[in-house]
């Protein structure tokens, strides 16, 4: 079945670029998702980003997407301790939604 | 301010207890989820529901069982609670779209201790 993998540690200093990578098995996933969970909640909608995009830029956030190598980043600029939370990596097929893969994770640390 | 809402923070209940974990959505959404969360394992689907007593089996159902009776309210429930049954479980939701996967809204979990 579909697989999608995380490291599952990050440490940069603050201010710095964070960059969190994460690659999936299954080449027809049409949506690609990341969460950012804080201490003690739930999971949040951060970004999405479209099969046929090759990258998304909002804010901060640049979402960069390799479909040859079914490789989703996430990158952060300008890393505050604010981020610091457990960035989920997620693909979804269709939009039935009922068969989003998540990642187990990647804990992002920053130093202040 | 949409959201979705877990009845406990915390709980703490004892080996073979029958536990009751509610979830209620107040944004009409047709999709409903509960997953559990375990460090270095990520979410893992339970359990999932589209319509008011519909229900389909996640990737790891056993010793679970759900309930919807109505469209906002999605309940899980441990027939006979067991230690390994320790975890962060989370309910979320998302509309049905035929247009687009709005992706999912979580509500802030449920850090169940069985002992």
């Known amino acids: 079945g579909e697989d999608v993998e995380q490291s599952l540690f990050l440490s940069v200093r603050e201010g710095d670029s964070s960059v969190i990578n994460c690659t999936y098995t299954d080449s027809s996933s049409t949506y690609l998702y990341w969460y950012k969970q804080e201490p003690g909640a739930g999971l949040q909608l951060l970004t999405y980003?479209?099969?046929?995009?090759d990258m998304k830029q909002d804010q901060r956030l640049t979402v960069l997407l390799n479909k040859k190598d079914k490789h989703l980043s996430l990158r952060i600029a300008d890393t505050q301790t604010g981020d610091s939370a457990i960035y989920f990596c997620a693909v979804a097929p269709n939009t039935g939604g009922f068969k989003t893969i998540f990642g187990a994770g990647t804990r992002l640390f920053v130093k202040a | 301010d949409v959201k979705v809402t877990q009845s406990s923070r915390y709980l703490v209940k004892r080996t073979g207890e029958k536990v009751f974990l509610e979830c209620v959505q107040d944004m009409d959404h047709e999709n409903m989820f509960w997953y559990r969360q375990d460090p270095g394992l990520g979410l893992r689907l339970i359990y999932f529901?589209?319509?008011?007593?519909?229900?389909e089996k996640g990737d790891i159902p056993e010793g679970y069982s759900v309930s919807r009776e109505k469209k906002e309210r999605f309940s899980l429930i441990l027939e006979s609670a067991s230690t390994n049954q320790t975890s962060m479980y989370l309910c979320?939701?998302?509309?049905?779209?035929?247009?687009?996967?709005?992706?999912?809204?979580f509500g802030s979990g449920t850090r169940l201790t069985v002992v």
């Open positions: 529901s589209y319509d008011v007593k519909m229900k």
């Open positions: 980003i479209f099969s046929n995009m």
């Open positions: 979320a939701s998302s509309p049905l779209s035929r247009d687009f996967n709005y992706g999912y809204t």
